[in-house]
């Protein structure tokens, strides 16, 4: 029953205040009587880090000071050839200068801003919190338009095809014209009394969008015209609190994108917070397996193995093509971020601080690096270089000789 009270924890802590319809918060401190899965971790696997993971730190700057307590800054931002661009829980979005952190500009668009920032070579949008979709000047920041929508915006945004896609709290999915900001499209799905407030952003392949909600469903959507081309559900029924109620598909959904699989047989997976890891045919929706497990971060693929860090600071690796469990290993008694690949290493990150690089092969943790901010947002590695954005508002940026 431990790790399921951490859990509860852990969950109360950063999410209880993004929350709707709960009706008594103090139930969400108290965990539940689930069965304890403690036993089945296999920490042989995993040694303790007893060496530094190589990354060094040449640059830090500060963008924005801490939310209030248990608030998060946003979890997205985006890394271009030339900017880094954020968002701020105080409502601000800044663009950084990437060789040195140095900033271009920073602008307050919202009282708050929960989702992140998406960029395209003109403009970078950002949602608020009171329910509005911004368009700013990749240059300048000078605001070019503002289209009010249905409720708080939920997700990132996510750019395709001229379109600006993104989820509101209330599970509409919205597309509308990047340029002008006219909607284009409304996909309408059954709103949920109770809710994570973030929403993972939708996930673009060719033609398709696929789209995690609150409800535990999974859809595609047509890019075009926004219809439903199929849908699944991952919900786990049972349990007693409030907690278990929450069937939200946080994480965003990882599309198979290796070159070496023929698009008729390529999978999506997914995976939601109440202990459900889906594949999925691309095509026709079927379920091709099923992994109990529960995750709020994007699961990472990599050749035939899928790395998924869980809500219980375990990092696993399973088999791409069945689902097997490989190796399962627990790295922090936090929460962590999403898994990155960098420099043929996993690396992942978690809310005490800590960068972790581990063995993709056996799980074996080779190094950690305490660097005192929490961390809450998925690291970025573009090439060479790896970025963290902290929750005391600090964007950091790393390499490894």
Known sequence: MGNRNNLSRWIAIFFLAFLFGCSSPGSWLQGDDKENKSEAIRTSLVAQPGQETGLRRYWKRSVAGSPDDHFLHPGRFVVTDTDIFVATFQGAVARLERKDGSIHWSKGVSESIRGGVAVDDKRVFVGTEDGELVAL?????????????????????????????????????????AETGDTLWVNNNAPEILVIMGAAPPTVDHDRLFVGYSSGNVHAISLTNGKLLWSDDLTVVGGRTELDLLQDVVAAIVTDDRSTTPMANRMIFAVNHQGRLVALSRSTGTRIWSNDLSAIRRPLLWSDRLFVADVEGNMRALGVEDGMELWRGKISDGLLTAPVRFKDLIFVADDQGRIFSIDPTSGLVLGMDKIG??????????????YVWTNKGNMMYFLMP
Do not use: C, K
């Open 373 to 386: 901010d929490p961390i809450l947002a998925d690291p970025v590695v573009v090439g060479q270089d790896m």
């Open 137 to 177: 000047s990749r240059e300048n920041g000078d605001e070019l338009w503002r289209q009010r929508v249905s409720t708080s915006v939920a997700s990132a945004p996510t750019v395709a095809e001229g379109m600006v896609i993104f989820t509101t709290l209330d599970n509409r999915l919205y597309a509308l014209n």
